[in-house]
């Protein structure tokens, strides 16, 4: 439990302080530093559980190091691009694969309900175009492929919203980096942006989680 406890607090540093943390695995690292980032936004995008990784301001900072020279910006756009369609696939095939039993209380645990559902009435919404919006939207950035797995959309029409949206979301966000991340203000309050940022995705998961607690509780 206290190694947990410590692994956690280590997590939650690394992020909280993302943009010295980067600077560091870049030295530390070398190139290796690609396939760590990679992996991230894979994650991010493609793994149900992991929906509190942080997307929007990692790329921005991905984005600022592209223009002081620390990142090589093609690799970056194109390793990048390649993990968000490779996250959202995966995830939609998890969706696939889970389908109707996702509301079968007594598997899946790790997976919240709650948001599900508030996936699944935006998917019926937008339709395919939540696939590309979700991006750009905590929480539903993670669920939207899920819940599109689930609904068994047309696999080519939602390639089509992945690939468009993920080319929108890393392009975007990098391009922002790269031209507004190394101004001396926002370099001085990255840590902040990037607080709000991850509190947007973390403080929603615990707000949920302590609501089912109290409604667990019989008065």
């Not at 959202?88 to 309900?113: A, P, Q, V």
Request: hydrophobic share 50%; glycine share 8%.
């Amino acid at each position: 439990m206290f190694d947990i406890s410590i692994q956690i607090s280590a997590i939650a540093d690394i992020i909280l302080n993302i943009d010295k943390s980067l600077a560091y695995v870049l030295q530390t690292y070398g190139t290796w530093v690609y396939a760590i980032l990679f992996f991230i936004i894979f994650a991010e995008t493609g793994l149900v559980i992991a929906p509190f990784l942080p997307g929007d301001s990692l790329l921005f900072l991905i984005g600022a190091f592209c223009a002081s020279g620390n990142m090589d910006l093609s690799l970056s756009l194109i390793g990048l691009f390649t993990s968000a369609v490779l996250g959202n696939t995966c995830n939609y095939y998890i969706g696939r694969w889970i389908g109707t039993k996702i509301h079968d209380t007594s598997k899946y645990k790790s997976i919240n309900r709650q948001y599900i559902h508030k996936t699944e009435k935006f998917f019926e919404k937008h339709g395919g175009k939540a696939v590309v919006m979700s991006r750009f939207l905590p929480l539903f950035r993670t669920f939207v492929p899920f819940v599109a797995g689930i609904s068994k959309m047309n696999v080519k029409m939602f390639q089509l919203y992945n690939i468009m949206g993920a080319g929108i979301w890393v392009a975007s966000f990098i391009t922002l980096g790269y031209f507004f991340g190394n101004i001396q203000f926002i370099k001085e309050n990255l840590n902040s942006i990037v607080l709000i940022g991850f509190a947007a995705a973390v403080i929603p998961l615990i707000s949920a989680a302590v609501l089912k607690k109290f409604k667990k509780i019989k008065i």
